[in-house]
């Protein structure tokens, strides 16, 4: 980085301190996309804005969430007719989906204009394991109770 010259054996710069492996590192290209087009897209589906803005992996995660959480709903809603013990779970699911989707665009909005993340990505992935974990067991509550009427 300074153009001090260095022995090969070692790792830093001996005149600045620069790691070695940094200097090899390509720079993070990220997408320039306006504010409200980022948000348009997380509306269109939560997470495409966000890979607009080239966090993939980010908008990944976004959009499984809000898929399952908004599908388990519809199958709690299936699985709740007649069952008045499930109908609060039911709207649960539904709301967590509609904040996920909600959120996406948001947080979309806010990465265009240079913000950083409302949530990472690690918890919404601990988040997933959660819903899917107590999604599948209000839908054997529900089988359950429904076939021993």
């Given at each position: 980085?300074?153009?001090?010259?260095?022995?090969?054996?070692?790792?830093?710069?001996?005149?600045?301190?620069?790691p070695f492996a940094q200097v090899m590192r390509a720079p993070v290209e990220r997408g320039q996309v306006d504010p409200r087009d980022a948000a348009?897209?997380?509306?269109?589906?939560?997470?495409?804005?966000?890979?607009?803005?080239?966090?993939?992996?980010?908008?990944?995660?976004?959009?499984?969430?809000?898929?399952?959480?908004?599908?388990?709903?519809?199958?709690?809603?299936?699985?709740?007719?007649?069952?008045?013990?499930?109908?609060?779970?039911?709207?649960?699911?539904?709301?967590?989906?509609?904040?996920?989707?909600?959120?996406?665009?948001?947080?979309?909005?806010?990465?265009?204009?240079?913000?950083?993340?409302?949530?990472?990505?690690?918890?919404?992935?601990?988040?997933?394991?959660?819903v899917v974990f107590v999604g599948v067991g209000l839908l054997v509550f529900g089988v359950?109770?429904?076939?021993?009427?």
């Open positions: 980085m300074c153009g001090g010259k260095n022995p090969i054996q070692l790792d830093t710069c001996a005149t600045c301190g620069t348009i897209r997380s509306l269109i589906f939560p997470g495409l804005g966000h890979r607009a803005l080239g966090r993939g992996l980010d908008g990944l995660a976004r959009g499984v969430l809000f898929v399952v959480t908004f599908g388990l709903g519809v199958l709690l809603a299936i699985a709740a007719w007649g069952s008045g013990a499930l109908v609060a779970a039911w709207a649960l699911f539904l709301v967590a989906g509609i904040g996920v989707y909600a959120m996406s665009a948001f947080e979309a909005h806010r990465l265009a204009q240079g913000g950083d993340l409302l949530v990472e990505t690690k918890v919404l992935m601990w988040a997933l394991v959660g359950v109770t429904a076939t021993h009427r």
